[in-house]
Each structure stands twice: as C-alpha cells, then as structure tokens.
Nanobody, 123 residues
Framework: VQLVESGGGLVQPGGSLNLSCLASGFTFGNFDMNWVRRVPGQGPEWVSCIGITRGSIYYTDSVKGRFIISRDDAKNTVDLQMNNLKPEDTAVYSC?????????????????WGSGTQVTVSS
C-alpha cells in the first residue's frame, strides 16, 4: 500500500497550487480519502476529505471557498486544488485513507498515510 503526494512548493500569498496523491497497492475506489496537514509542534489538521461516491465532501472551515478536493478513480488519484493561499496554510500536506468521510463532521480514523509534500506560502 502506497500513497505518494506531489505538487507542493513555495508560493506567494494569494497564489495557487494543485496537490496530487497517487495511490497504489490497494483498490483505491473502495476507500474514502483525506488530505491532512501538519505543522511542527502542532497536531494534524484534517483539511478535506472525499467519499467513494463523491457525495460526501468535507472542508475544514479555514479552507472553505478556497480549496477544492477531487478524485479520479481511473487514475487512482485524489487532488487538492488550493487557491488564494495564505501564510497560515504553510504545512506538510499528506493524503490518507480513512474509514469514512462525513460532509458535516469530517473524516473517521485514518489508516495509511503518505509522507507528504511541503507547501510554503510566503512573500
């Protein structure tokens, strides 16, 4: 089982990045997926998740209206389009499989994590 993230980098405030997570080693279409971010010294923050049917999509309040999650089961990928980035979005972003994605309450327990990709928002 492997999850590999890409697309991170350095961007100015107000800029955009598209993160992508490529899954392998399991039946991707059977799993709800989550994007989580981590800052040194802080606990992980569940950013966004998407269900198998795409009917369940969740965003944490701080990214609503700016981030868009999507998945392509044919390509085994889950993407996170990040717009109008702010310095407080700086973090390592990882994707993970989760037990479920609830549109109101967010993701359930996480299982497999990727190593992450660094996003730095700075002028």
């Amino acid at each position: 089982v492997q999850l590999v993230e890409s697309g991170g980098g350095l961007v100015q405030p107000g800029g955009s990045l598209n993160l992508s997570c490529l899954a392998s080693g399991f039946t991707f279409g059977n799993f709800d997926m989550n994007w989580v971010r981590r800052v040194p010294g802080q606990g992980p923050e569940w950013v966004s998740c998407i269900g198998i049917t795409r009917g369940s999509i969740y965003y944490t309040d701080s990214v609503k209206g700016r981030f868009i999650i999507s998945r392509d089961d044919a390509k085994n990928t889950v993407d996170l389009q990040m717009n109008n980035l702010k310095p407080e979005d700086t973090a390592v972003y990882s994707c993970a499989t989760v037990d479920y994605c609830d549109s109101t309450y967010g993701p359930g327990s996480t299982h497999t994590w990727g190593s992450g990709t660094q996003v730095t928002v700075s002028s």
